[in-house]
């Protein structure tokens, strides 16, 4: 990973240098430490899907992180670098950008580590109405509450619905058009909505957000809706039926801001998905709310709710998810969660959060489970 790291900057020194471009470097580092207790009955959220791979379920610091699988009547501890990012930024002239994100992760184990391309992309501004910016590459799918970026997030564990239904990172091409000072526009014709691809079909899938922000500068509220459409997997791969059923997902989300101290969000999402010719479409649904009251200059409080519904069951004659195989969030059932976290700012760019959450898993056909999750996070942006 250094090699990949030196390489990429190296690279981007080099082109900024022949082609006279500014080049900005930009980053953060995440880390810090999770507790976890499973329940009798933890294991019920675990289901093995077509692809003989355990799907994860509810709980874990995270769900979908699987730093920590679901154990019966367990106790987990673990330090963990969530991610020691770097982006390099370059600029040709006044209206072509060249983007790099590269990310390092670490979940705690001396022996695992990984590297991410999150992103590498190049846009062009092209003088069209109030702007029109086009971008072809890989990029952060413009989707949903919560960011890649988990220090961007006022909570540090994600939501079932971000986990299993929102697209994250995607490849392909974007138009992004600002209407007026209030709203925007993104349409984007990539691979797949999945970052995890099971076999991915020969055609693309399309993503389409219409937003709303208003307010005062750093004080914005937002308003947003989307929605993507298309064949995400390979008929040769498990038989699917690529030219006849599709995955579909509708999603709005946004925030309010009241006043200097107080925000309110909510989001929703539907996803439905066929990945098995003659089989019944996957299903899911999920949504949350959230608070923050900010305190004084350096502390804030949060607190959210969300909720996860897996309406169908992966047996026979039901079709895989997209973006796991099997069900989307390990079960079929509702999992119900809530989180209470507090930041603190230790200085510019610098914070640290601690979150209790707790799931309570209705798992149909089987025992309910429940997990308790703490998790204390230092975040550091330069």
Not at 16 to 45: H, P
Not at 77 to 91: H, K, L, R
Not at 92 to 110: K, T, V, W
């Amino acid at each position: 990973m250094k090699k990949l790291l030196i390489l990429a900057v190296i690279a981007a020194l080099s082109i900024s240098s022949v082609a006279n471009a500014e080049l900005e470097l930009s980053g953060n580092v995440t880390t810090g430490a999770a507790y976890q207790w499973d329940s009798t009955n933890a294991a019920n959220t675990q289901s093995v899907g077509n692809t003989g791979v355990a799907n994860g379920g509810a709980g874990g610091i995270t769900q979908g992180d699987m730093r920590f699988a679901p154990t019966a009547d367990s106790m987990h501890f673990g330090f963990y670098v969530d991610q020691a990012e770097i982006d390099i930024d370059s600029e040709f002239g006044e209206n072509i950008r060249a983007r790099i994100d590269l990310d390092f992760i670490d979940l705690g184990s001396p022996s695992f580590s990984a590297f991410l391309l999150e992103q590498a992309y190049v846009t062009v501004n092209m003088p069209a109405g109030n702007g029109m910016e086009f971008l072809i590459g890989k990029f952060n799918a413009p989707m949903g509450l919560e960011s890649v970026d988990r220090h961007e997030n006022i909570f540090p564990t994600y939501t079932p619905g971000f986990v299993f239904l929102t697209p994250t990172q995607v490849m392909g091409t974007k138009l992004y058009y600002d209407f007026d000072d209030n709203w925007n526009f993104d349409f984007a014709v990539v691979d797949s909505m999945n970052s995890r691809l099971i076999g991915n079909s020969p055609y693309p899938s399309g993503i389409m957000r219409v937003g709303a922000v208003w307010g005062d500068e750093g004080r914005e509220s937002y308003m947003h809706i989307a929605g993507g459409f298309g064949p995400e997997l390979n008929r040769a791969v498990n038989g699917s039926s690529e030219d006849k059923h599709f995955d579909m997902l509708g999603m709005l989300w946004g925030n309010f801001a009241f006043g200097d101290y107080w925000d309110l969000g909510y989001e929703g999402i539907y996803r439905s998905t066929n990945t098995l010719a003659g089989a019944t479409n996957m299903r899911a649904v999920a949504g949350q709310m959230y608070t923050k009251y900010q305190a004084s200059d350096v502390w804030s409080v949060q607190l959210r709710g969300a909720a996860f519904w897996e309406m169908s069951s992966f047996v026979a004659g039901t079709s895989g998810a997209s973006t796991t195989g099997g069900t989307f969030g390990g079960f079929k059932g509702m999992t119900y969660s809530g989180s209470l976290a507090t930041t603190y700012q230790i200085t510019d760019g610098a914070e640290m959060t601690l979150e209790y959450r707790f799931d309570f898993a209705n798992v149909s056909g089987l025992a309910n489970a429940n997990f308790h999750t703490g998790v204390a996070e230092f975040a550091y942006s330069f």
